[in-house]
């Protein structure tokens, strides 16, 4: 008896764990909308931050 050969169409291909990874980048993103859309942000501090970003990138 020979062996059965398994079809080409049966056999995982190396991309299939692309399926699995993009589905988890997509709900992390939704998650951390989530978080960011119930949370309040405070006018002065982020004035502060964005002003910290602009000279610590300023030399990039």
Known sequence: M???RRRREDTPTAAT????YSDL????????????SFS???AAKFKQ????????LRGV
Do not use: E, P
């Open 40 to 42: 309040t942000i405070d």
């Open 17 to 20: 764990w692309l399926t699995t």
């Open 2 to 4: 020979s062996k059965r």
């Open 25 to 36: 980048v997509t709900l992390l993103m939704c998650f951390f909308v989530l978080l960011f």
């Open 49 to 56: 931050v964005a002003i910290s970003l602009q000279t610590a």
